[in-house]
């Protein structure tokens, strides 16, 4: 793994990024700016724990979330993201939102904090595949999607049958 800094919380602790093979990296690769808004949040704060998941209302639109709640009237699919085993839900035809929230997941680590994901909008649990899969995981994204985008997904992979059925609440 290489370690990028990222930056030092109130607390002294260090907050760093692989960002060649993680989640997070690809994720300010994409969207560099990223960087700078998880400095302004990590520099003014102490924290603590195994896991820490950060979900900071900004002040100002900060860019624009891909994920949306879903009604009955939307046309869903799941597919497998590109470079993942997880299937992804998706929605067709609906537009990003502007969000005024920043969300940074870290896990503590002997040097510091690893920041393992990064992004524009509310915290949302991993996918109810996941290994990191919570109990809210399978609700959550019962209710919500992705937009679709058919560069970010193995189109091979796309299919009408929720790939976590067994995993959901009723009505998927």
């Known amino acids: 793994m290489i370690k990028h800094p990222v930056a030092v919380t109130k ?29 302004e949040i990590l520099s003014s704060e102490d924290y603590s724990g195994e896991r820490v998941i950060i979900e900071r209302h900004m002040g100002r639109v900060i860019g624009t979330s891909d994920v949306v709640k879903t009604t009955d009237k939307d046309t869903i699919f799941y597919a497998k993201t590109v ?23 870290l896990r503590e680590e002997a040097e510091g904090y690893l920041l393992t994901a990064i992004m524009i909008g509310r915290h949302r649990p991993e996918l109810p595949d996941s290994l990191e899969a919570t109990p809210e995981s399978a609700a959550y994204w ?20 929720c790939p976590w059925a067994s995993l959901t609440p009723a009505n998927s």
Do not use: C
């Open 11 to 39: 607390n002294k602790k260090e907050v760093y990024v692989d960002l060649v093979a993680s989640k997070a990296g690809k994720q300010i690769a994409a969207q560099p700016h990223l960087v700078n808004l998880a400095q």
């Open 83 to 105: 470079g993942s085993q997880e299937f992804m839900r998706f929605v067709k035809n609906r537009s990003y939102t502007p969000s005024h929230y920043l969300t940074l997941v």
């Open 142 to 161: 019962t209710e919500h999607a992705s937009i679709w985008e058919p560069r970010v997904a193995q189109l091979q992979s796309i299919t009408k049958e």
